[in-house]
């Protein structure tokens, strides 16, 4: 079973709702999902969290076959983008999604860097189409 490590903002009820939904339609479509706010934001060390939730998302990246971002929002969520970049730097497929319609005009559909690191679909819908269709490594 192939891995997708889910980059997305997860900081409003809303967020986080969409991205659960999310992975459980990955996961309809057999892919086993790290979910970060699910699976490295619950740590009870005050002292050290950031550096457990850090390497634990680092290692979701590593595990991983292939990066779904989430890409909405005016400007995409700077987590989001780092692990953008590092799994780029990996060489990791990244696939994003934008529901959003907003755009930056001429310039694009978001952040040059981004925009040129992923593959990008405009709904869920034609994510999971990709997806099913996809051969990966």
Request: hydrophobic share 45%; glycine share 6%; charged share 20%.
């Given at each position: 079973m192939k891995t997708i490590?889910?980059?997305?903002?997860?900081?409003?009820e809303a967020e986080c709702d969409f991205n659960r939904k999310l992975k459980s339609e990955l996961q309809s479509i057999g892919f086993k999902v790290f979910l970060p706010?699910?699976?490295?934001n619950n740590v009870h060390d005050r002292v050290d969290r950031?550096?457990?939730?850090?390497?634990?998302?680092?290692?979701?990246?590593?595990?991983?076959?292939l990066i779904v971002a989430v890409l909405d929002g005016?400007?995409?969520?700077?987590?989001t983008?780092?692990?953008?970049?590092?799994?780029?730097?990996?060489?990791?497929?990244?696939i994003g999604l934008r529901t959003d319609f907003r755009t930056l005009g001429i310039e694009g559909t978001v952040n040059l860097m981004i925009e040129r690191s992923v593959i990008?679909?405009?709904?869920?819908?034609?994510?999971?189409?990709?997806?099913?269709?996809m051969e990966i490594p």
């Open positions: 490590y889910l980059a997305a903002p997860l900081f409003s706010q699910e699976d490295s950031q550096k457990i939730i850090f390497n634990k998302n680092l290692a979701g990246i590593e595990k991983s076959d005016v400007d995409v969520d700077s987590g983008a780092w692990e953008i970049g590092y799994a780029c730097a990996k060489g990791k497929p990244i990008m679909f405009m709904s869920v819908s034609e994510l999971l189409n990709h997806l099913m269709s």
